[in-house]
């Protein structure tokens, strides 16, 4: 008998590459505000629709991903963008919008109820190195945030290894070296020997590296 495992409604990140990435923010409250801002620092190629828009958007028209429409909701506006995000305050608005989200496959937040959306935005933390997101299932937006300041406290003094172990990897031009290089480095006791400085002695004696 097979499983229905779309009863746990787990979240699914993933990592987008955000340069590459469409949004069109649709609302111009405080909500649409700080969403634009959010997708904007990621790098997002941001568009901002609202016939009207708080004082607060004037400190983001400074950055070039960002562009503004004063126009009242239309389809089309949401046909070539990857993530939309609604953020009126006009209900029949955005009941129409979640149809039409729905109807073209897109991935939408919903900044007025979140459960109506396909797409809750985590907490982002970010090193020189690497990134984490933070969902917590009860919905509780400032204990993710101190959860994730946590993890990145923690995880920055891994940082110059995950830097050293990707250099690595990409040096190894044989994939059937490759996979058991980096299994041996991915050590609890690799990395001892690593914060000694003695990393490419203990990879040249295990393998002539």
């Known amino acids: 008998?097979?499983?229905?495992?779309?009863?746990?409604n787990l979240p699914l990140h993933i990592s987008l590459l955000s340069s590459k990435i469409k949004v069109i923010?649709?609302?111009?409250g405080t909500?649409?505000?700080?969403?634009?801002?959010?997708?904007?620092?990621?790098?997002?190629?941001?568009c901002v629709l609202s016939k009207k828009f708080i004082d607060s958007f004037d400190n983001i028209k400074k950055y070039l991903n960002v562009s503004f429409i004063k126009e009242e909701?239309?389809?089309?506006?949401?046909?070539?963008k990857h993530?939309?995000?609604?953020?009126?305050?006009?209900?029949?608005?955005?009941?129409?919008i979640r149809q039409h989200c729905r109807e073209f496959c897109k991935i939408y937040v919903d900044a007025v109820d979140f459960k109506e959306g396909n797409c809750i935005l985590p907490c982002n933390r970010s090193t020189e190195n690497m990134s984490i997101a933070v969902n917590i299932r009860g919905v509780s937006p400032i204990t993710s945030v101190f959860i994730a300041d946590k993890l990145i406290s923690y995880?920055?003094?891994?940082?110059?290894f995950v830097e050293f172990s990707s250099n690595m990897r990409n040096s190894i031009s044989k994939i059937e070296y490759r996979k058991n290089i980096?299994?041996?480095?991915?050590?609890d006791d690799f990395y001892f020997f690593?914060?000694?400085g003695k990393a490419p002695i203990v990879i040249e004696m295990f393998y002539n590296k």
């Not at 008998?1 to 746990?8: L, P």
């Not at 909500?31 to 941001?46: D, E």
């Not at 909701?73 to 070539?80: A, C, H």
């Open 1 to 8: 008998m097979k499983k229905n495992i779309e009863k746990n």
């Open 25 to 28: 923010i649709i609302g111009g």
């Open 31 to 46: 909500a649409a505000y700080i969403k634009s801002k959010a997708f904007i620092m990621k790098g997002c190629q941001v």
């Open 73 to 80: 909701y239309n389809i089309r506006y949401i046909l070539d």
């Open 83 to 96: 993530i939309v995000v609604i953020a009126t305050d006009d209900n029949k608005v955005n009941s129409t």
């Open 155 to 160: 995880i920055k003094k891994y940082d110059d």
């Open 182 to 187: 980096m299994n041996f480095i991915s050590t």
């Open 194 to 196: 690593y914060k000694k």
